[in-house]
């Protein structure tokens, strides 16, 4: 069984930085890809960036230009470097990994204050 658990999220002010880190249980050359979502109150999950085997990349046009994923395949971990974070960034982020299924951490929680 895939556990993937996320950590760094936090309050932090508008305009400031934060890392996400997403530590998988497994190798994360297994899976066809990697993602962050996100679920802001009283809205649906959004997807915001993912990383593909090959190492490429995309994102949202929301945070493209503030946002970055990358991965240590060492680590068995993907990050989501997120910069000029703005109030609407706020939500719960979630990491998933895709194979044969879609497999998803538990959420970290985002605030970004005004």
């Known amino acids: 069984q895939v556990q993937l658990v996320e950590s760094g999220g936090g309050l932090v002010q508008d305009g400031g930085s934060l890392r996400l880190s997403c530590a998988a249980s497994?190798?994360?050359?297994?899976?066809?890809?990697m993602g962050w979502s996100r679920q802001a109150p009283g809205k649906q999950r959004e997807l915001v960036a993912y990383?593909?085997?090959?190492?490429?990349?995309a994102y949202a046009d929301s945070v493209k230009g503030r946002f970055t994923m990358s991965r240590d395949n060492v680590k068995n971990t993907v990050y989501l470097q997120m910069t000029s974070l703005k109030p609407e960034d706020t939500g719960v982020y979630y990491c998933?990994?895709?194979?044969?299924?879609?497999?998803w951490g538990q959420g970290t929680q985002v605030t970004v204050s005004s």
């Open positions: 497994g190798s994360i050359f297994s899976f066809d890809s």
């Open positions: 990383i593909r085997s090959v190492g490429t990349t």
């Open positions: 998933n990994a895709n194979a044969s299924r879609t497999y």
